[in-house]
């Protein structure tokens, strides 16, 4: 009996050295609603494109292929802007249902575990972004898309030791689709949407009833 009390008693301060070391106030429905978010913004994307296509500003059999003119420059404008949208939506929505989450638990949104996870998170990011821009200057429009999913797989992986361990999966799948987009960079929309999109509403549902509910 003792030693049943004894071990009870080592989980249940192994829990608490857990939380207080791990940031547990994401919202999985926040993961949701970015991939509802992403899949809006590449359904506007891809109708861009093919009006692009017909205008003769694109060059290609496929909206989805993504080899673009010397008229790039009309075309990558809207759909940086869109990108960008769903990045505001997407963090705006997170910080708000993370908020709503810490608060109905009793927790800090802010402190040194969230602080850590968010530095951890964006230094790939950053690192991403910077070199998707040197991909964009340099004319490689096909490989922005694999980069992307890439460094984003990289940073929830490097941020997963702040956070739920199920977020190292999603990272792991995001940078094995990136690694497929590169072998295909025709089709990096499409990847895109599914990285963005399908994966993070499914990982997002699985972590709502997971830890949510």
Not at 71 to 78: C, H, L, M, N, Y
Not at 154 to 181: H, P, Q, R
């Amino acid at each position: 009996m003792k030693e049943k009390e004894l071990h009870d008693e080592l989980s249940s301060i192994r829990s608490l050295m857990e939380r207080s070391s791990k940031f547990i106030s994401l919202s999985g429905l926040s993961g949701v609603m970015a991939g509802v978010y992403a899949l809006i913004g590449a359904a506007l994307a891809y109708y861009y494109i093919a009006y692009a296509n017909q205008v003769g500003y694109y060059q290609s059999d496929s909206p989805v292929a993504g080899y673009f003119a010397d008229e790039a420059d009309s075309v990558i404008r809207p759909l940086f802007i869109v990108a960008m949208l769903v990045l505001a939506a997407s963090l705006l929505t997170g910080a708000y249902l993370t908020k709503r989450k810490a608060k109905r638990k009793g927790q800090k949104a802010w402190g040194k575990t969230s602080r850590n996870l968010l530095i951890h998170l964006a230094i790939p990011l950053v690192a991403g972004g910077l070199f998707c821009l040197i991909l964009l200057s340099r004319g490689f429009i096909g490989f922005i898309a694999p980069a992307t999913l890439i460094f984003y797989g990289l940073a929830l992986v490097s941020a997963s030791n702040y956070t739920f361990g199920d977020v190292k999966y999603l990272g792991l799948l995001e940078i094995t689709l990136g690694l497929i987009a590169a072998l295909l960079p025709g089709y990096g929309l499409l990847f895109w949407a599914i990285g963005f999109g399908v994966l993070h509403i499914i990982y997002g549902s699985i972590m709502y009833f997971k830890y949510d509910g």
